[in-house]
């Protein structure tokens, strides 16, 4: 089965500096899905970025870019000019590609915080 | 993109009644969908996978006669969490999948009294 690993519970960061999120994986497929999923005090899930696994380019959305690794099943979300909009928990998450496997695999979650 | 709607978004019941939550795909039809429980500061725990029109699929430890789960339509799926007690108290959130990605409703707030 795979797993996510997010081994950062908290973090902060100043606002307009840069922050990254790390996410490791664990899975024996090839390819697959993965993400990273804003949840504010609201408390809704929000997708922040998709990569596809058998895409090198790093996929980019305004001011969030991940990291991915493949090989080192790492994928790190970096967070530019940080806003303190960002504040909230942020998940990785992963999804096979096989027909069956639809769920979405979490990590554990890490929660942002902005100093103004 | 997509919504997915999901009500209530707070319930207070009272310990031994059935609550039902509702999740609802608005603008596209969702073949799956799935319930999340998320406990405080902790990550969504994937409850059940719900198929249209075929029994959901639950995870293990999922009280399947506890949480019963109704998928009748391509844009419907129901909650009923059966006999609650003060535990079940949590949030619940639910998500659909169209071709692309999930999409997540707004959430329950539970609470047993």
């Known amino acids: 089965a795979q797993t996510v690993t997010q081994s950062q519970p908290e973090m902060s960061v100043q606002e307009a500096e840069t922050v990254t999120l790390s996410c490791t994986y664990d899975?024996?497929?090839?390819?697959?899905?993965l993400f990273w999923y804003k949840q504010p005090p609201s408390r809704q899930m929000i997708l922040v970025i998709r990569?596809?696994?058998?895409?090198?380019q790093n996929a980019t959305e305004n001011r969030f870019s991940v990291n991915f690794q493949k090989a080192a099943k790492s994928f790190s979300l970096k967070i530019s000019d940080s806003q303190l909009g960002d504040a909230a928990m942020y998940f990785c998450?992963?999804?096979?590609?096989?027909?069956?496997?639809?769920?979405?695999?979490f990590g554990q979650g890490t929660r942002l915080t902005i100093n103004p | 993109g997509a919504v997915v709607s999901q009500h209530p978004s707070r319930v207070i019941c009272k310990s031994g009644t059935s609550v039902k939550i509702e999740c609802r795909s608005l603008?596209?039809?969702?073949?799956?969908m799935f319930w999340y429980r998320q406990f405080p500061k902790q990550s969504l725990m994937l409850m059940a996978t719900?198929?249209?029109?075929?029994?959901?699929?639950?995870e293990q430890g999922v009280e399947k006669d506890k949480f019963l789960i109704n998928h009748a339509s391509l844009t419907l799926s129901t909650l009923t969490v059966t006999s609650a007690h003060p535990e079940d108290s949590s949030f619940y959130i639910c998500?659909?999948?169209?071709?692309?990605?999930?999409?997540f409703g707004q959430g329950t707030r539970l609470t047993v009294v």
């Open positions: 998500s659909a999948r169209d071709i692309r990605e999930a999409f």
């Open positions: 899975t024996s497929e090839s390819d697959y899905y």
């Open positions: 990569q596809e696994a058998y895409k090198q």
């Open positions: 998450a992963y999804r096979s590609l096989f027909q069956g496997a639809q769920k979405l695999v």
């Open positions: 603008d596209f039809q969702a073949t799956t």
């Open positions: 719900s198929n249209e029109g075929s029994k959901a699929t639950y």
